[in-house]
């Protein structure tokens, strides 16, 4: 037919534009990515060749632009002999900048081990705005369980002073045992956050291990936030249940009493949820405690129904060994010097990692969720 060839050429033509399209959208893609890490912020200062190898890039990639704005065509533009050859140099340079900052990023979450639980994106916003303290606001919640934001103090924002831990409209802060200061690089100022966030819970959990055995109840619950008021009915109960099932051999009373004792607690407990407990965050913290102490409450009263079956049971019986028992141990060490908070479950102790967990619900323990222990 006269006009094959005119056809073939056409299609050929039109092939060769699809192509060069792909790998122009691809080019640009890589390009809208890199450029705001690259052309800016704490990120560019910290990676200086691959900025400077990316800003050529972006001078070459703006003159492209610039002369596909001009040609109007896209034939005719993608036919254009230079751009052909730019573009897979672009990209090829475009990907060893990406490659290296990927390798910026392992780095950064070896040194900060937090930041692999945050996508890149997210990683990057952060890293490019570490060098103002306050930018890091929003971003928290991605690095801590529960901390919403941080107080920084109001004559120096590189000094932090606080965790705050935020529930609708109401907030429980955690002022720190020693300022913190974000200054250097972010990683290294978000690990000071999180030591002293552990060295201050970890001093919290020792005053609350001295005053849940001295203090009444109501006191004791409303001096402390809801994660070591929690903490300290455990290590309450335990208490009381070790040194029933001590005594019980030469007290046949005293297991019926702390029944009765658990009992108690729970009933007063109960009690606080129909006042007015002024904030919907007060009212979870006891409706936390209530949840908890129904378990510890059932598991003391089937411990006294064993005893009453048996006429035998002590402190090492696995019916009491099987439980999640909390001490306070002055003479044991953790991470964090002298003295520390075991969680025993059988013959294994846990060691307690400080991380704060704010005022937050509790599932109802049930047996099955019980042997998930």
């Given at each position: ?232 009915i455990q290590f309450s109960w335990t208490e009381s249940c070790q040194d029933a099932l001590d005594k019980c051999r030469t007290s046949k009373s005293i297991m019926m009493e702390t029944n009765k004792k658990q009992l108690g607690v729970l009933q007063e407990l109960s ?100 042997r998930c222990y």
């Open positions: 037919t006269p006009f094959r060839e005119e056809v073939q050429q056409k299609l050929t033509e039109l092939s060769d534009t699809t192509d060069t399209l792909e790998l122009w959208v691809k080019v640009q893609m890589l390009w809208t990515s890199l450029e705001s890490v690259f052309m800016g912020g704490d990120i560019a200062k910290q990676m200086p060749l691959e900025a400077k190898k990316f800003a050529k890039i972006d001078k070459d990639w703006i003159k492209i632009m610039a002369k596909a704005a001009e040609a109007r065509n896209v034939v005719l533009c993608c036919s254009n002999e230079l751009l052909r050859n730019t573009l897979p140099v672009l990209y090829a340079e475009l990907e060893k900048c990406q490659k290296s900052l990927e390798g910026y990023l392992e780095q950064k979450r070896n040194r900060f081990p937090r930041f692999y639980f945050v996508s890149n994106p997210v990683l990057l916003l952060i890293l490019s705005q570490g060098s103002d303290p306050l930018q890091m606001q929003p971003y928290y919640e991605k690095v801590f369980d529960s901390i919403s934001k941080v107080k920084h103090d109001r004559t120096d924002k590189t000094l932090i002073t606080a965790m705050h831990s935020i529930a609708g409209v109401d907030e429980e802060m955690i002022p720190f045992s020693n300022t913190v200061k974000a200054v250097g690089n972010i990683e290294e100022w978000l690990g000071a956050i999180e030591k002293e966030m552990q060295l201050t819970l970890k001093s919290l959990c020792e005053k609350c291990a001295l005053q849940c055995l001295s203090m009444p109840l109501r006191d004791f619950i409303d001096s402390n936030c809801g994660q070591f008021a929690l903490l300290g009690s606080w949820c129909l006042q007015d407990l002024k904030t919907k965050m007060n009212r979870t913290k006891i409706e936390t405690l209530v949840t908890i102490q129904v378990h510890q409450r059932d598991v003391f009263f089937d411990l006294t129904k064993t005893f009453k079956e048996r006429k035998a049971l002590d402190a090492n019986d696995f019916e009491w060994l099987k439980q999640a028992r909390f001490y306070w141990r002055p003479n044991a060490a953790d991470k964090h010097g002298p003295a520390a908070c075991i969680i025993s479950v059988c013959d294994v102790d846990f060691k307690y990692s400080f991380e704060y967990l704010g005022c937050k619900e509790r599932l109802v323990i049930t047996p099955l969720t019980d």
